[in-house]
């Protein structure tokens, strides 16, 4: 059995030996695991931040406000639009918008919920909620899901039936 490509050559030759030596082959291949494993252990390593990433004038921009203490609170925003592109009509859109508002108002870690505001082509109405600095992201799970069924049903009475 002859091969044309040396590459070919050195793998086979490989995998005769370890055919012929099954044990060793093991043993050779557990020792590369073991130090392998040692190695990463052993070499530490180092996670970038933020700051890191900072380049050109956005990033000294950026080093500014977190000197400052000027990162906005975190927010999360409902946006009401029509079906298949349809601007909503007006009614129905503020009656969603109130029916979000008054649903997520009461819910914990919620610190503001912003007056509803029309997209310049009035094809969008978007609500904007204002969480709480303190809010914790890993107890959210926990937590009620924001779409209960009593603002489930305020949705879907507020939707145009079609």
């Known amino acids: 059995m002859s091969a ?8 086979m030759k490989a995998a005769r030996w370890s055919a012929a030596h099954p044990w060793r082959a093991i043993l050779g291949w557990l ?20 700051a890191d990433y900072r380049m050109g004038e956005s990033g000294r921009a950026d080093q500014l406000v977190a000197e400052a203490g ?3 609170l975190p927010s999360e925003n409902v946006l009401i639009t029509g079906k298949d592109g349809v601007a909503p009509h007006r009614a ?3 009656q969603a918008a109130a029916a979000v508002a008054d649903a997520v108002r009461p ?16 094809t969008a109405l978007l609500v904007a909620v204002q969480l709480a600095k303190e809010h914790d992201e890993a107890g959210r799970s926990s937590r009620p899901s924001t779409r209960s069924s009593r603002s489930s049903r305020a949705w879907s009475s507020a939707r145009p039936a079609t």
Do not use: F, M, R
Not at 4 to 11: D, Q, R
Not at 31 to 50: K, M, Q, R, Y
Not at 107 to 116: D, Q, R, T
């Open 4 to 11: 044309g490509n040396p590459l070919t050559a050195v793998s």
């Open 31 to 50: 020792a590369l695991v073991v130090v392998a494993v040692g190695l990463a252990t052993a070499i530490p390593t180092v996670e970038t931040s933020d």
């Open 70 to 72: 000027l990162d906005g």
């Open 92 to 94: 129905v859109a503020q």
């Open 107 to 122: 819910l914990e870690g919620v610190a503001e919920v912003v007056e509803p505001q029309w997209s310049p082509d009035s």
